[in-house]
């Protein structure tokens, strides 16, 4: 019996799927179009079993579309501006910015291993200033329509990451674009 070795055989078509680029997505107006998005983690340490189960199921999706003929855009992120990463940082007596990179290197390394299909050129950090200026621009034009206001309220309070939990951005588009 021929013996079965795995992480050969993982690395050998990781390697092949990254040298031919068969998860970057290009355009092909022959396919119709489909967008897969998952949370992106906080680089404050490590993926776990969570993070795991969470992109592999978002993986076989983006997959199954694929099957399906659909031109899929498959990106992958970090939330990593903010809090947990900081908190993370400052916990470990390191520089926010080095460990919070450190920590994506090692994420994309580990999500690599798996194989999840990642169009990897589509890669966004949330703490690159040419995306959060993206950021403070939704938020200007929510504060220019009245959406954005400062009122006292209840708020969803961290007393241990010593933060507030505000609405996620798409309600705060849906809310911007209804208007």
């Not at 926010?96 to 589509?122: H, V």
């Not at 993206?134 to 209840?154: C, G, I, P, T, V």
């Amino acid at each position: 019996m021929v013996e079965y070795n795995a992480q050969k055989i993982e690395e050998k078509w990781q390697q092949k799927w990254e040298k031919e680029k068969i998860f970057e997505v290009k355009e092909d107006n022959k396919k119709p179009k489909y967008y897969v998005l998952e949370m992106y983690p906080y680089p404050s340490g490590k993926l776990h079993m969570g993070h795991l189960r969470n992109y592999t199921i978002g993986d076989c999706y983006a997959r199954f579309k694929r099957m399906k003929g659909f031109n899929v855009l498959y990106p992958m992120g970090y939330d990593s501006f903010g809090m947990p990463a900081e908190n993370a940082a400052i916990d470990h007596g390191a520089n926010p910015e080095d460990w919070t990179n450190k920590n994506i290197e090692k994420m994309k390394e580990q999500q690599k291993r798996i194989g999840l299909s990642y169009d990897w050129t589509r890669e966004v950090f949330s703490h690159n200033p040419n995306y959060y200026k993206w950021d403070q621009w939704f938020f200007l034009k929510m504060l220019e329509k009245n959406l954005a206001y400062r009122q006292e309220s209840y708020v969803n309070w961290c007393p241990k990451c010593d933060i507030i939990f505000f609405i996620p951005l798409y309600k705060s588009l849906e809310l911007l674009y209804s208007n």
